[in-house]
């Protein structure tokens, strides 16, 4: 039987739900239709295919071997119409042409200055939307489309996406008995000291367990969180412990720090800009990255 070559995008879109929900009548009510509705426009589908999608059965409802091989190719095509819409809208509507950022908290202020300056410099200038949030909704936004780039620090495996390290920062301990003058703290030293930690979403504690975790030492905590990195510094003057935190943290260049070295090296937090690169703003994303590890070095 000869294809039509037009598909009705509707029937698509219900084939669908239904494969997503397993259920002819979830997939209407998901869809906002009634069940009629829903399986004539399938059954029109599979008429235009030439063969059927869906095994219904008292088990429930699962794809045929034919349904199997044309499914993805359903999903796929429906991903790339809506992004045609998705992008449309965002050149389209007033303050469209936007890159949408998302920030973890430990992401310096300098970093982000850099960051608006060369979205300025990009082929077609954009305005640059922040979002400050924790790395597990960071994430979960750029993988729902919600953000299209997102700098966090490079301590998680985003395997399926773009990874661009844009800067590194220099990790400083604060100690309740830190001098102003105070030389460099080995990190075989530091072992030794009582560290206070923040709640580990903005990924500091996350480096801060795998680098002690890398150099097979153990990591000695006090039994609280601080909920900002002010209160890791007024912890650590009331004699709970000690900080680690990279030095555009510290809230003023006078509190008394050690760098922190590893056999005479500095240590550094690295920062990565991660994006999709199946995304319509790809090539500036790319660009953007690429300028802003080019400012580093």
């Not at 429906?78 to 469209?96: F, H, I, N, Y």
Request: aromatic share 6%.
């Amino acid at each position: 039987m000869a294809m039509p070559d037009r598909l009705n995008l509707e029937g698509l879109r219900y084939a669908r739900a239904v494969a997503e929900t397993k259920s002819f009548s979830a997939a209407a009510r998901a869809y906002g239709v009634t069940q009629p509705a829903l399986s004539n426009g399938i059954a029109k589908l599979e008429e235009r295919l030439g063969d059927k999608l869906f095994d219904r059965s008292p088990r429930g409802v699962t794809r045929t071997a034919f349904g199997a091989r044309i499914l993805p190719l359903v999903e796929r095509a429906l991903d790339a119409l809506d992004a045609v819409a998705s992008e449309a809208r965002r050149l389209t509507e007033p303050g469209g042409q936007k890159i949408r950022m998302g920030l973890s908290p430990l992401i310096g202020s300098q970093l982000v200055a850099r960051t608006f300056s060369m979205v300025q410099d990009l082929p077609a200038p954009r305005d640059l939307v922040l979002r400050e949030a924790n790395m597990q909704e960071l994430r979960a936004c750029l993988l729902a489309g919600r953000l299209d780039i997102i700098l966090i620090p490079a301590v998680t495996a985003m395997p399926r996406f773009e990874h661009r390290v844009v800067d590194v920062e220099p990790i400083v301990v604060v100690s309740p008995d830190t001098a102003a003058d105070a030389a460099p703290l080995e990190l075989k030293e530091a072992g030794k000291e009582c560290f206070i930690l923040v709640p580990d979403a903005c990924g500091l504690t996350t480096f801060t367990t795998q680098l002690f975790r890398a150099n097979e030492m153990p990591l000695r905590t006090y039994p609280g969180e601080a909920a900002s990195y002010q209160v890791l510094e007024d912890w650590t003057k009331l004699g709970l412990g000690s900080a680690m935190v990279p030095r555009s943290k510290l809230t003023s260049p006078d509190v008394p720090h050690r760098p922190l070295l590893n056999d005479g090296r500095e240590v550094q937090i690295s920062f990565e800009a991660v994006w999709n690169a199946d995304s319509p703003l790809a090539p500036d994303l790319l660009h953007l990255a690429d300028s802003l590890a080019a400012a580093r070095r």
